[in-house]
Nanobody, 126 residues
Framework: QVQLVESGGGLVQAGGSLSLSCAAS????????MGWFRQAPGKEREFVSA????????RFADSVKGRFTMSRDNAKRTVYLQMNSLKPEDTAVYYC???????????????????WGQGTQVTVSS
């Protein structure tokens, strides 16, 4: 089992920044990469970004490229999502998730993630 706990959500004005954290515990060999997804009310959960524990390979959704960055601290088993230049359309519940697949091309597919956190709310006001 892998347990994931997100933190860092909140309310911010458009153009502002927020940083999310996701701490992983449990069977570390079960996860090759960590992803962030988000879900706005009435919408499907969508991919935001992902990072590999081994070499920091990353992938980002087009909607956040250039604004969001992702990093990891292997010693703390924690991944971070730094969100800059936030827009009202970034408002959503953000979830971190763990996947055992090493194929970066698949990281945007939520079905390859076996473990999910409880989510943290991010609200961007206009």
């Amino acid at each position: 089992q892998v347990q994931l706990v997100e933190s860092g959500g909140g309310l911010v004005q458009a153009g502002g920044s927020l940083s999310l954290s996701c701490a992983a515990s449990g069977r570390s060999f079960s996860d090759y990469a960590m992803g962030w997804f988000r879900q706005a009310p009435g919408k499907e959960r969508e991919f935001v970004s992902a990072i590999a524990w081994s070499d920091s390979s990353t992938r980002f959704a087009d909607s956040v490229k250039g604004r969001f960055t992702m990093s990891r601290d292997n010693a703390k088993r924690t991944v971070y999502l730094q969100m800059n230049s936030l827009k009202p359309e970034d408002t959503a519940v953000y979830y971190c998730a763990a996947t055992s697949t090493p194929y970066i091309i698949m990281w945007a597919n939520k079905s390859v993630y076996g473990y999910w956190g409880q989510g943290t709310q991010v609200t961007v006001s206009s």
